[in-house]
Every structure is written in structure tokens, then in C-alpha cells.
């Protein structure tokens, strides 16, 4: 394995190598030939508290954390936050100077406002883990992604991906474009056009079409979750529209069966909407490996990590 | 102090470019004679000026002193304060206060407390629709009587044309300035930065300038049609730029504002979600911005305002998406505009104090400050050479919300004068 420059905080790709994402994604791989071990857990982090602080609910990424670190040895609790308070106003400062003085060593942070994980990161010693902010970015979904396309191309430079949906509120399109496209994957998306914004990086190719998506023939179709409420903001005029046009049907799936396309998806699915229940079957849906692999993922990425917090001096980690 | 002669200071007087090196000689207040050399006569008060610059104290057209309602973030002494360090005597001090400022008798209120508490002039603008609301026309008449210069209502773009057509024309008898915030809260609703490549990147629900460019175009359509005296605050976008450049050629009668934030910064400036960059309307474009100082320079934007809108630590700690709109600008505007737009020679001295000074002055109805014979001798001493660093320890503000905290500017103002008095200790 490589070796990089020890992380703080895993925020977004912005400041990461093609080298480290890699070396993440490798040491993923060992983590996850554990679990069909009888002993699933190693003592890495034995000693260190994991908090997770998920101002946003979020039963399963929240879980797939708690499990990651679990697996790791850590201590692992979970903070609950009113996120009515943030509203009204109460310090995210004020909790994090509180947590702080508990001597925490990693925090997965989730919070429906952007950048709130990096100024928190900026305030503590301790590492942080963005579990998704606002729209910004959700980068341990795109790493278990990778992960999970590796698992079927070992080698993704030159492969295609396909990000169909709502791109202008998903953080997760916006990391799985950015690590995608480090790995060397083409990039393409599609949508309803209010929802894909002509901001969207330049290597992203916009499809108007589903046919050009075919033609396009990615190795993946990754699906994004609909949000229910965008079709009141009038983003596209009904639910049974957005399916006809933009969603997998039972038409379009035949096709893509055909091609041998895969199909991811961060969940949790909207049936009927994003795809036909048929697609959930499918052999080569990769929706449940995703989850699975969102653990070995989230413990390389846990183990990839160094925090600042320091043990009394004279004292060395094995004492504690 | 009733006599004084200020020798030797480099001057840039009424019609030229670059500055001069003369002697200036102030008795009871006003400027009494300009002259290459002064003799001073026995008893008269000498003050050096060799190296530095004296020109005309600065005017801010849109400050928000947050007394009554937020003291907190500012107040009507602290604020002034902040004037006066960063080399203003005259502001117009805007009327969304809690209570606001929406009848003569809180114009007065306000008027009475600046008296006591304040160490320069403070002109009021009350608001132009009762709360603020956008529905009802504010009793103009009654602001007007008790000195209110302008009605706006701020931040609270009006969405009903008909009401600023009834305001432009109503406002005719009362010698009143009706002044506008453009913006199409359609399009701007929910959105905490400019829409753009930036905002995809971080995440953040965009402000798109068609907002303001509609806004404006509006805005000046009603005022052409009623004939209104209107003034634009707080211009961000080349194309609002370029409609007014359009309408004032067809002679509407119309000022137009923007700020020496939305001239040296752009969206891309916006990293690390950093809360002293949100404001409104949002930083735009490094293209607006050249927009920007091409209007200034032509005239068709008349003046440079800060809209100084303090808040407090507390709620600009916020996460970006809730923390208020709005940085403080008093104390920073000369300094950073010297350095990043005189130095580098991209707007002259004569431009700045147009922009800063002479024009501000005029819109509030004041008497010119300009260096003639005769005129109130209202100025600032500034040394080019010397630089200024922006801390908390400085900032005579209550609230330190503003991109240039920490950093380091070139050019220093080291006294400011209000007729006879020294208002800088």
C-alpha cells in the first residue's frame, strides 16, 4: 500500500488524491474477509470513542457507523441533537466545546446544512467524519459505492457510471461525481433538466434522453432517492411523469437486463418512482451489497484517519 | 482651534485627478483660503501634514445602527463610533430597527437619541411601508416633517408594484427619497449565495441574478412611468448595472449604490463556509464585479455604501444556511478600497471621493464637503504609507463580522475632522 499524509477529517474529495482514495478502498477489502470470520472484531481502536452526532435522522447510516466502529474496538455513542434547537439557534459551538472536553477522538457528523461538518472539524481535535451535510457531500456513501464497483471491475479507469435523478439537492451525486471521476471513471448523469444544473462540473455528461443513456452504456446505473416534497416546488409536474420519463420502467428494465447493466442505489427506494419493484430482484442489483459493503468502507476509512487528540505526555497508547 | 492651518498636505481639489501639495487654512469651521503656500500668522495652530492626504470626510448612505431592538450587535454610539474610525462624519441610518423606524415619531426618537449619543450628524430613513410589511404606505408626511431623508423598506424587497408606483408618486411633495432594494423574492426565496458554479460545489440553495436583474429592471420601469425619485441600494450584477446606465440615459431620475464588498470580492472568495461572506444580495461573479467598478467610473453607480449590518457572534457562528445575511463595512471601506483599487491604480482619488464622499452627501441633502473656499470643512487625514490591521481589538464596532477581520490593509486614517473638533483622539 501507498503511503499518504496522515487525515484529519474526511470532509469531501476536494482535497484528496486518486493514491489515497485507492488506499482506502484497499484497506476496505481486508475488513470486509472478517466478517465471515466467527470473530468479526479487531482491537484497532481500542481505547478511542466514536460519537456519532447526527443532527439529521438517519437510521442507517447512523447504524452502519455504530457497527464499523464496533468491529474496530472502539467505544461508540451515540449523541442525540434536536435539530429544532439548531434552528432557534443554539450553538453547534457549544456542543462541540462540550464534547470536546469528553475527550472524544472520532465524530461522524450528519447535518441538513452544508459545511457544518467542516466548521466543526475546525473546532475540535478530533477526527471528523462528514456522514452528509446539506447538499454538499457524502463521501463514505461514494467510498462504499466504489468500493462495491470494485468488487465487480477491480480496475474503474475508463469504466462508465450513470447518476439519474435529483442532482441539484444530492450531496451523494456530488461525491460519487468527484471520486468517480478521480478513480477515472466516465461520468454521465440524467434528470429533469430543473434538477440538473448547468453548474455541474464539466466532465459530467448531461443525457436529455434515456436512449442516450443506453447508448452511452455504463457499467452502472446509479440511481439517486427522489425526494417526495420536490414535486410540490414544481422541479417536474407528478410523481407518474418523473417515473415515465426519468425512471427505470418495466420497459426500460427488460433493456437493461439485456445489456447487463448494474444498478446502484444509496437508498432507501422509492418503488414505482426511481424503479419498478422488479429491479430489487434483479441479480445484478447491487442495492444490498451496497449496504453491506458501507461497513468494511466506513472501518478503512475510520482506520485511514488521525486524530490530534494527544494522550498525557510519557504516556504511551498501550498504558491507557 | 478656532484657526488652523494644515500645511503641506497632498489635496485632490474640486476638478482634478491627482493630488496636490498644498496648505489649507480652516477658521471657525469652514475652509478659508487654499493656497500652494500659507504664511501662518502668530497664534495659529500648525498641523504637518507632509506625506499624507487630506480630503473630504466620507458619507455612508446605508448603515445599519440596529438601536432600538438589537444593541447586541450595534448600537447608535457604537456605530458612530465605527464611523468615525473608518473616517466617516454623515450616515443615513436605516429603519429596520425593532420597533422599525415607520412613523414621525420614532424618526424623532431616533433623531433625540443620536443627539446625546452620537458625536456626528446621523440622518434617518424611515421605512416605507408600515412594519415593513409591503401593504400599507408608512405616513411619509410625518417622517418627512421630523427629518427623514429617505423611505426604504430595507431588506423586504417590495413584491407589489403597485405599491412603489403609489410610493414614487406620492413621495413627490415631501422631497423624499424613495429608495429600493431589488430583488424578485420568487426567485431569491431560500437561496443563502449566488447561484452559480460555486454554489453546486458547496452545497448550498443559490440567489440567481436574474433575482436582481428583475428586480431592477422593475423598479426603474415604475419610476420612468411616474416620474419618482428613486435610489438603488445595494447593486450586485453587471446587467443591473447596465439597466441603469439604460435608463438614466432616458432620464430617470435615479442614484444607484453598491459596496466595496460586492467590488473586491466574488463567490469564489466563499470557501470553508466561512459566515462573514453571506450577505445580500450575495457576492456575484469576478465578471459583475468589473461591472461594477465600470459603473462607478462612468457614473451610472453613484456612490459607494457599505451597508454596515452588524450581528453578533452567536448568530454568524451559525451554520451557513441559518446564520443571518449582512458584514459590517464602516470601518474597512476606505482601507480596502485604497488597496485593492487606488494602489493597483484601478480607480483614482478623485473617483473614490466622488464615490465616497461628495455623492453620498448630496443624495442626503447635505452640504457639499468638497475643498472650496467657504465650505464646512468636514475631512480625513490618511497616510498612504501607513497600513491598517483589522482585529477585534480595533474594530470599534460591536460586532466583528466582516471578511477583512484579521487581515492587513494599506493605508491608515489618522484623524478625522468635523469643523473645528478632532473627532480621532
Known sequence: ?320 | MSHRIFQQARVILPGQTEPKTVDLRVHDGRIAEIAPNLQPAEGVDVIDCRGRILMPALCDAHVHLREPGQEDAETIESGTEAAIAGGFTRILAMPNTDPPIDTGGMVGFVQSMAKTRSRIPVSVAGCLTKGREGIKLAEIADMADQGAVMVTDCNHALQDAYVLRRALEYTRHFDMIVGVYPDTPALSAGGVMHEGAASFRLGLPGIPAMAEEIGIERELRVAAAVNGRMHIQNVSTAEGVASIRRWKARGVNVTAETTPHHLLFNHEDLRAYNTAFKMMPPLRTREDQEALLEGLCDGTLDMIATGHAPHTDFAKNLDFNHAPFGIIGLETALCALHDALVVPGKFSWSQLIERLALAPRKLLGLPGNAFEVGAPFEALLFDPEEKTHISRDTLKSRSFNTPWLGKTLQGAIQQVYLGGQDLKS
Open chain 1, 1 to 320: 500500500m501507498k503511503t499518504v499524509t496522515p487525515r484529519k477529517d474526511l470532509l469531501s474529495f476536494d482535497d484528496m488524491s486518486r493514491e489515497e482514495a485507492l488506499a482506502i478502498l484497499d484497506t476496505a477489502k481486508p475488513f470486509k474477509d472478517l466478517f465471515t470470520r466467527s470473530v468479526k472484531k479487531v482491537p484497532t481502536l481500542r481505547g478511542k470513542t466514536v460519537l456519532n452526532l447526527f443532527y439529521e435522522p438517519s437510521t442507517r447510516t447512523r447504524t452502519s457507523f455504530e457497527i464499523a466502529a464496533k468491529r474496530l474496538s472502539a467505544d461508540v455513542t451515540n449523541f442525540a441533537v434536536s435539530t429544532s434547537s439548531v434552528v432557534k439557534g443554539e450553538s453547534i459551538l457549544d456542543t462541540i466545546d462540550t464534547l470536546q472536553a469528553m475527550q472524544v477522538d472520532y465524530m461522524i457528523v450528519r447535518h441538513s446544512a452544508s459545511g457544518v461538518p467542516e466548521y466543526i472539524a475546525r473546532h475540535t481535535k478530533a477526527s471528523v467524519i462528514n456522514a452528509g451535510d446539506g447538499y454538499h457531500a457524502h463521501p463514505t456513501q461514494a467510498l462504499l459505492d466504489a468500493f462495491t464497483y470494485r468488487e465487480i471491475y477491480p480496475d474503474l479507469q475508463g469504466k462508465r457510471i450513470v447518476v439519474a435523478g435529483d442532482i441539484l439537492h444530492s450531496r451523494v451525486a456530488r461525491s460519487v461525481f468527484a471520486l468517480m471521476h478521480l478513480l477515472g471513471v466516465e461520468v454521465g448523469t440524467f434528470g429533469p433538466a430543473p434538477l440538473i444544473p448547468p453548474t455541474i462540473p464539466d466532465y459530467v455528461k448531461v443525457f436529455t434522453r434515456f436512449e442516450e443513456v443506453l447508448e452511452f452504456n455504463p457499467q452502472v446505473l446509479y440511481l439517486l432517492r427522489l425526494q417526495l416534497e420536490r414535486q410540490t416546488a414544481n422541479f417536474f409536474p407528478s410523481m407518474r411523469e418523473y417515473h415515465r420519463v426519468y425512471g427505470v420502467t418495466t420497459e426500460r428494465f427488460r433493456r437493461i437486463r439485456e445489456m447487463g447493466m448494474y444498478i446502484m442505489h444509496p437508498g432507501p427506494v422509492n418503488r414505482g418512482v426511481e424503479l419498478v419493484d422488479d429491479v430489487m430482484s434483479y441479480e445484478r442489483s447491487l442495492i444490498n451489497a451496497q449496504v453491506e459493503n458501507g461497513i468494511a468502507t466506513r472501518m478503512a476509512v475510520l482506520y485511514h484517519l488521525t486524530p490530534e487528540v494527544k494522550t498525557r505526555s510519557g504516556e504511551t497508547e498501550d498504558h491507557a
